[in-house]
């Protein structure tokens, strides 16, 4: 059943921003002519999730619809859980004289869903882990064992850390239950989500499916196809998660190790070549030994992360880009590389296999080192790599928006 919103009534309110990846539905809402509240509770130095950084439109200091609070990290949030809404709750009071229509949580903020004063309805969105991870009572063991990475965590006693991870993870399993609808990616996805997903819906909560990106960020960019006169430009921005996974979901493999050997041959027979990479992620500094025993560390580039507008920059100058080759799907920043008009090599076979997207895509499909090599062999050619570029864009228009998402999830004011 959708959730009806009147464009008359009060807002719709936004918890939680990871990868500013929320925005892009609020925005949408704005469109619609629904009133919106949007919390930002990340510092100014995290320019991943914050909206400024990836929304041109979005200026900072923020117009009054995006608020700024404090958290020092979200995952105190399901450890105190009644004092974070209470507080939430007279902060939306004030800003607001009109009830709430929905609440749209992500991360943490979902353990929150039941505290939250309202009745308004409460929306699940995941990100990924929040769900997968961070929600699976299940693997809440083998996740207690392998988080030790955490600020909060790591001068902990061990048997402490683990009590507490397994009332975090039961306590954010129970926001995600008592959440009028859940959000998260398709059925097939990945394994542990499914788990969770299905518990849900034994509940009776209603789940929706997710698997778009927000082209916005990128409406000022040039799309014209981009030929290679000298170097060959390569960029990949995936994080570097290969070995060492600190939340135990070894689904989240990017296969940067596969990357990097499939360029070290190529490296091979073209030496014409540059490599861009992002030094973030656990396994950044394995990636960087491996480099070098390849042989390939001279024709890299390591970037620290960066704002949005910087990478973009690295976009521009890209002709080839990658997403991951591993047991993860391909997300914004292969999304972005399609939308651009850059050949994109990746492994799609999640999106694939589930139906989501059809075989014959314009996805330049790898999963081993010898695919990534073969690919590279290929996209050195200008006319192939105008062929892909064409299809790309086309292509990643259709089966990403966001738009699609928020029209099964509410019936707005006048629709039928």
Not at 99 to 124: C, D, E, H, M, R
Not at 168 to 183: E, K, L
Request: with cysteine; hydrophobic share 40%.
């Amino acid at each position: 059943m959708k959730i009806k919103i009147d464009k008359k009534n009060g807002p719709v309110v936004f918890l939680g921003t990871m990868n500013a990846m929320p925005m892009m539905y609020a925005l949408e809402l704005k469109k619609q002519g629904v009133d919106v509240l949007y919390f930002v509770d990340v510092p100014v130095s995290d320019t991943l999730s914050r909206p400024e950084n990836h929304f041109s439109e979005i200026s900072y200091p923020y117009p009054s619809w995006i608020i700024e609070i404090n958290i020092k990290s979200q995952i105190l949030l399901p450890i105190f859980r009644k004092k974070f809404a209470k507080s939430l709750d007279k902060k939306i009071d004030k800003l607001t004289s009109k009830p709430v229509q929905a609440y749209i949580l992500n991360g943490f903020f979902i353990s929150l869903s039941s505290y939250l004063k309202s009745t308004s309805p409460k929306i699940s969105l995941s990100h990924g882990s929040d769900l997968d991870t961070w929600a699976d009572i299940d693997g809440a063991v083998n996740l207690s064992n392998s988080f030790n990475a955490n600020s909060i965590f790591k001068f902990m006693p061990k048997l402490i850390s683990k009590i507490l991870i397994k009332k975090i993870v039961s306590r954010q399993f129970h926001g995600f239950s008592s959440s009028d609808s859940v959000i998260y990616f398709p059925k097939g996805f990945n394994s542990y989500g499914d788990r969770v997903i299905n518990k849900l819906k034994n509940k009776k909560i209603q789940c929706f499916e997710r698997y778009d990106i927000s082209f916005n960020p990128l409406k000022e960019q040039s799309r014209t196809f981009k030929a290679s006169e000298g170097k060959l430009v390569i960029f990949s921005g995936v994080r570097f998660i290969f070995d060492t996974f600190l939340e135990g979901n070894e689904q989240y493999n990017k296969g940067n190790d596969l990357i990097i050997e499939g360029l070290a041959k190529f490296y091979k027979n073209n030496k014409n070549i540059l490599i861009h990479f992002v030094d973030k992620g656990p396994d950044v500094d394995k990636a960087k030994a491996l480099c070098e025993t390849m042989g390939i560390e001279e024709v890299v580039v390591w970037h620290k992360e960066m704002k949005f507008t910087e990478l973009l920059k690295i976009y521009d100058e890209s002709h080839i880009c990658f997403d991951q080759v591993g047991k993860h799907w391909i997300g914004a920043i292969g999304g972005y590389a399609m939308w651009l008009g850059k050949p994109l090599i990746a492994n799609d076979s999640l999106p694939v296999n589930v139906g989501f997207w059809p075989n014959n895509n314009p996805v330049c499909s790898a999963k081993t080192a010898n695919e990534v090599c073969e690919w590279l062999c290929r996209l050195q050619n200008n006319e192939v790599r105008e062929k892909i570029s064409l299809e790309s864009k086309m292509f990643v228009e259709e089966y990403m928006g966001p738009e699609k998402l928020l029209f099964e999830l509410f019936q707005f004011n006048g629709d039928k």
